[in-house]
């Protein structure tokens, strides 16, 4: 794999290879995480997701700026589920973060599809991989947050901020869909318009519930920014820097993210052999036992794992 030797020699066109191999979880790029796996770690990954239009993107291209400011190196994954597009192509105007194809110190990558081989998750896992290895020393994951599996996206990274804007009228928007335990700190942004004090004070309630990884005695910070003014985006930096875990801290963490990581790829394999039944005649005669009652769901289940080259597991 010549492209991996050209991937640590900084080069971004190898880099945009490679990520589509990734994204599409193609053996190729299955087998160049492998690969480059054991050197990575290095990089500070930081989720930012909330509702549609909260102005992630357009907060990211500000925090790009700032952390090149500060001689950073930094790469973006733009996770985009909704979309049906495929293999890479660009979000058109959902992405509001600027080219910036003359600083090599600068990587925006959207991820739009869900791959032949596998699912959402493992892919950006993969691709934070891909990136680390690239030398980049942060990595921004801007997930929309409103489904499970975008949660489980943010779980990926060290430090997740979660974006609220004023003026909804419900106040504070999505705490339900287990976000509570995936923020470490709340973003006010939009706060040129006019509600953003009242929904800080709001969040900083919400912060006293927090189930973040940061420990129970974390109550995640409330930042007031303006990705359209730039008003704040030092700040948050600063906060965010201070929050990259160190320490005992930051080895807890990093097992919170294999964990993740391995029972992402070990749902996605599950999945995909059930939804690929076809190809196993053990499964469809457990599917038709359990349709006819002749079986319960769980026994069959059962079943299904030790066809499927289980042993005996949690299930029995
Ligand atoms: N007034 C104001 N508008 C903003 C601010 N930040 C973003 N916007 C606007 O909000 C809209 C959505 O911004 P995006 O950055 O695309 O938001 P997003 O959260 O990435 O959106 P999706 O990826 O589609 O979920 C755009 O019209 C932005 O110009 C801000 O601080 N103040
Ligand atoms: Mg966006």
New binding site residues.
């Given amino acids: 794999l010549g492209l991996l030797d050209r991937l640590a020699a900084g080069d971004l066109s190898a880099l945009a290879r490679l990520a589509t191999y990734v994204e599409n979880s193609e053996p190729l790029g299955v087998a160049a995480i492998d690969r480059l796996y054991a050197q990575t770690g290095r990089a500070y990954v930081v989720g930012l997701t909330?509702?549609?239009?909260?102005?992630?993107?357009?907060?990211?291209?500000r925090l790009i700026d700032a952390w090149r400011a500060r001689g950073r190196r930094v790469a973006v994954i733009?996770v985009?589920p909704s979309s049906p597009l495929s293999g890479g192509a660009t979000?058109g105007?959902?992405?509001?973060i600027r080219e910036r194809p003359e600083d090599p110190g600068v990587f925006v990558r959207s991820m739009a599809s869900r791959g032949r081989y596998g699912g959402l998750a493992p892919a950006t896992a993969g691709m934070i991989h891909l990136m680390d290895a690239a030398g980049f020393d942060i990595v921004l994951v801007?997930t929309?947050g409103v489904g499970q599996e975008e949660v489980d996206i943010a779980g990926l990274a060290h430090v997740t901020a979660l974006?609220q804007?004023p003026g909804g009228g419900d106040g504070v928007q999505m705490l339900k869909a287990g976000l509570l335990e995936v923020a470490d700190l709340y973003v006010v942004?939009?706060?040129?318009?006019p509600g953003a004090d009242m929904l800080s004070r709001e969040l900083a309630a919400v912060a006293t519930l927090s189930l973040s990884h940061a420990g129970a005695d974390h109550k995640p910070p409330v930042l007031k920014?303006?990705?359209?003014?730039g008003d704040g985006i030092d700040a948050l930096v600063d906060t965010l820097d201070a929050l990259r875990p160190a320490g005992e801290a930051d080895s807890a963490r990093r097992r919170v993210i294999a964990q993740a990581e391995i029972g992402a790829l070990i749902q996605d394999h599950l999945r995909r052999q059930l939804a690929d039944a076809q190809a196993h005649p053990e499964l469809l005669r457990l599917i038709d036992d359990a349709a006819a009652r002749r079986q319960t769901p769980r026994a069959a289940a059962i079943g299904a794992l030790h066809a499927l080259g289980f042993g005996p597991g949690p299930l029995d």
């Fill in positions: 909330g509702p549609p239009g909260a102005g992630k993107s357009s907060l990211l291209d733009a985009d979000l105007d959902r992405i509001r801007e929309v974006l804007i942004n939009k706060a040129d318009l920014v303006s990705a359209l003014t």
